[in-house]
């Protein structure tokens, strides 16, 4: 009796050492700032990206330049279509969309560790690169909300600020010999 009673608290005891541990643990848990989650390693270099994302999503916003999408014709299959604006979520909101794309990737130009073709770093240090990557994602907002009024006037004013933002780098960071893109 005396011994079952004995066991019962031991076991009392450990188990309340055990909340104690885990109460303390969670405590921590909350207190203690969580590390941030580590980005992975990028997998595209710079030349890639602007291949497959900058170049096609913008234009889907020059497109209307010269056409109105919303007169695009649907693709035969749109849920298959590989052009945004033939798509099942095509027209206006895939110039929407593609501006809206563009704005956020310009944070993908200031991942550390991406390369240029040429092995080189992306120059992330140099203030007029951060200036024009920013130029880059107001220009594609400002094409976003161009693109909200369906206002093909403002397409074409969004249309030349969004190609000068990219100009703009191209001839400083793009020169003709591959060789000496992205330098400082
Ligand atoms: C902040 C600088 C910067 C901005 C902004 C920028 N680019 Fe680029 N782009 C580059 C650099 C640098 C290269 C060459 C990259 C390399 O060789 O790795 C390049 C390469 C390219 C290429 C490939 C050229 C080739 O040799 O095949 C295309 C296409 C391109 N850019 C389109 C665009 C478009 C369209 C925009 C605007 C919507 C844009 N870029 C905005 C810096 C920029």
Redesign the pocket.
Known sequence: MQDGHNRRMRRAGVSGAIAAVICAGYLMAQSAPQPAPKAAAPAA???QL??SL??PH?NVVFFTQRYDPAEVKPASEPSASTDPLTGVFGGWEAVENSALT?ADSADL?MTPGRK???GRDMPLANAD?VQ??NG?RDASMFAYKAALTKDRDKMLQASDV?AT??SN??GK??PGN?AN??RP
Do not use: D, P, T
Request: aromatic share 14%; charged share 10%; with cysteine.
């Open positions: 270099n710079l030349n602007m291949r900058f170049f913008s563009l130009l240029c073709s040429n690169w024009m990557v880059l969004l933002s990219c780098c191209h960071y793009r591959a893109r992205c």
